[in-house]
């Protein structure tokens, strides 16, 4: 089961409702309990009904209505894509019901607080708010119990601990049962199945899938619908059972438009390339991809809708000018035309006496000429076609390309190595930086570049590996065997270094396990390998370095990249392309 099934656990988490001794209340307080429970479905219209009601809490000072208000808007923060704002209502929250030693408001805070970490993929942090939350719950409080557990499932899940993240869920399952709560069960079934599809357990997996259909029916819930009709379509989609994804994404396209919400969109868009891609639409695919792209970079940051935009004009811009050019081809034809015309008119009017013997050769010359003509717009039809998709093709890598050369991971790692070294080696420090400053300029200086050369590349890649030796020390070992003769031939810009970059990422390196990385050379083929020694859990791991070469090399040769396991070693085999193309 692939990694995107992730999407599903943004919304799955369920809801951190209002009971106990806080719930008693007057009217307002259960119209406070009504906004919660329909603010996954309808954030819009109930924060502005929570902003209306803030306003009346304080000015009658309730301190507790305030507290459970700034909860509501902390949901519907969250379901329209804005994290951090969730994040500081929800503290401003917890720090009331604490002023106030009310725990109940308290857990809910925290419930909450570790949902919106979740969102923004940050699970320690997410774990450490429920397992707070959980020592200060009553253990009659079946309700806060069962989204505690179910929320600890999650945060494993998105780890890729997914039985440890099924133990969890079992945990929640008494608690539900005595709640009857349906679209609880459901989601939680959903969670299960989920988890199961990682592990690549099909039929458990469509099992609890059609099982969480079953109790959505019954709640009546549209987003449990949009999350358990989208890992349908996932699953089946995986399994190549085409029909059956097609049927469950278009109930997911359905609901998630009615929803309005940039995440379900987003995970429909996703899901619905994928499939398209199986059937083989990949025309159709690209016009989802850019979809995608578009409402990602809308959820992300303002940064990376920006990139996108710019690309989208580079995009526009390469479309008239290539309107541009062919207007000028057409004039050129035109004129040439207006010009033949006007030699034909006047050797008619000089030669009066082959008129009937000139008007059959022209009559002949005008049909060939018809017919060269309509064999030139064919082609230059067919030309121009061929160029706007490679160019569609070209900026959609170009974009790919970005947006996986720089890894928040490797930053954050090298920097804390940089501050390491500053404060006992300072001349490693200094070589450090160089090093570090090169690798992004030789970012900046290939990135524009369909194909570089094999030489070009590992000078990229050995400025890379330095810069990891300075981590790993002898713990990360190199061995270069490369023919001289092959330096010359090309591939793709940093596809060996994120080869490498892979490997480093996903073993383990210590002492008691160095890591080994042997480059070497076919007649055809760069092969890198590497002692296989994986990581049980892998941060900011997006699982998009490899689909990204085989995609460039796509475009470029025959051949395919070659990813596999060969006796407890893994095997990179990348195409050498022996002459430069455009």
């Known amino acids: 089961m692939k990694q995107p099934l992730r999407y599903a656990f ?22 406070i309990d009504s906004l919660n429970r329909v603010a996954f479905d309808a954030p ?17 000072k309730r301190p507790i209505d305030v507290g459970l208000l700034l909860l509501v808007k902390g949901i519907t923060e969250t ?9 500081r209502y929800h503290m401003k929250a917890y720090a009331l019901f604490d002023s106030l030693h009310i725990n109940e408001g308290k857990v809910f805070s925290l419930g909450n607080m570790a949902a919106v970490e979740l969102n923004m993929e940050n699970y320690p942090k997410a774990r450490n708010y429920l397992n707070r939350a959980l020592k200060i719950t009553s253990k009659s409080d079946f309700n806060n119990l069962k989204n505690i557990y179910v929320n600890l499932g999650v945060s494993y899940d998105h780890a890729g601990d997914h039985r440890k993240a099924i133990e969890y869920y079992k945990k929640a399952i008494p608690y539900m049962q005595q709640t009857e709560n349906y679209n609880s069960v459901a989601m939680n079934f959903h969670n299960m199945a989920v988890a199961y599809g990682e592990l690549n357990d099909f039929s458990n997996a469509e099992y609890y899938s059609l099982k969480a259909l079953e109790y959505q029916q019954k709640s009546g819930s549209m987003r449990t619908l949009a999350v358990v009709t989208l890992a349908l379509g996932d699953l089946y989609t995986d399994y190549n059972q085409l029909e059956k994804a097609e049927h469950y994404l278009d109930l997911a396209g359905k609901t998630a438009r009615a929803l309005k919400t940039p995440y379900y969109l987003q995970a429909y868009y996703e899901e619905y390339y994928d499939w398209l891609k199986k059937k083989g639409n990949y025309q159709k695919a ?140 300072q001349q490693k420090a200094l070589a450090f930086t160089n090093l570090f400053s090169k690798i992004f300029r030789n970012t900046l200086e290939l990135k524009d570049r369909h194909l570089i050369t094999l030489s070009e590349e590992l000078q990229h890649v050995n400025a890379y590996l330095q810069l990891q030796k300075m981590r790993f020390h002898d713990n990360l070992i190199i061995d270069i065997q490369i023919d001289s003769k092959v330096m010359a031939y090309f591939l793709p810009p940093f596809s060996l270094q994120m080869v490498i970059e892979n490997a480093v990422k996903h073993n383990v390196i210590s002492s008691e396990a160095p890591l080994f990385i042997s480059i070497s050379n076919t007649e055809d083929f760069l092969r890198i390998t590497n002692n296989l020694q994986q990581r049980n859990y892998v941060e900011d791991s997006t699982k998009t370095g490899l689909k990204n070469i085989i995609s460039r090399y796509k475009y470029i040769t025959a051949l395919r990249p070659v990813f596999e396991i060969r006796n407890d070693q893994f095997v990179v085999e990348l195409p050498i392309i022996k002459e430069e193309r455009e």
């Not at 001794?21 to 009217?27: E, L, N, P, T, V």
């Not at 819009?44 to 009658?60: E, H, T």
């Not at 894509?81 to 994040?87: D, F, I, M, R, V």
């Open 79 to 87: 379901c329209m894509g804005n994290n951090e704002k969730a994040l």
């Open 10 to 31: 943004l919304f799955l988490l369920i809801p951190f409702l209002f009971w106990g001794q806080i719930r008693k209340g007057d009217a307002f307080r259960n119209t």
């Open 286 to 425: 690209v016009v989802y991809s850019d979809s995608l792209i578009t409402i990602t970079n809308t959820i992300n940051s303002e940064d990376k809708l920006q990139a996108t935009t710019e690309l989208e004009a580079r995009f526009e811009n390469s479309l008239k000018s290539k309107e541009i050019e062919l207007l000028k081809v057409q004039k050129k034809l035109q004129d040439t035309e207006m010009k033949r015309n006007e030699a034909w008119r006047y050797i008619l009017a000089l030669i009066t006496v082959l008129c009937l013997v000139l008007i059959f050769i022209l009559y002949r010359n005008y049909k060939l000429k018809q017919k060269a003509n309509q064999m030139l717009s064919q082609e230059k039809d067919a030309l121009a076609q061929q160029n706007l998709q490679l160019e569609n093709e070209n900026i959609l890598v170009q974009f790919e390309t970005l947006k996986n050369q720089v890894s928040p991971h490797f930053l954050f790692n090298s920097l804390n190595a940089l501050a390491s070294l500053i404060t006992t080696d």
């Open 44 to 60: 819009g219209p109930v924060a502005k009904m929570a902003d209306s009601m803030l306003v009346i809490a304080r000015k009658k």
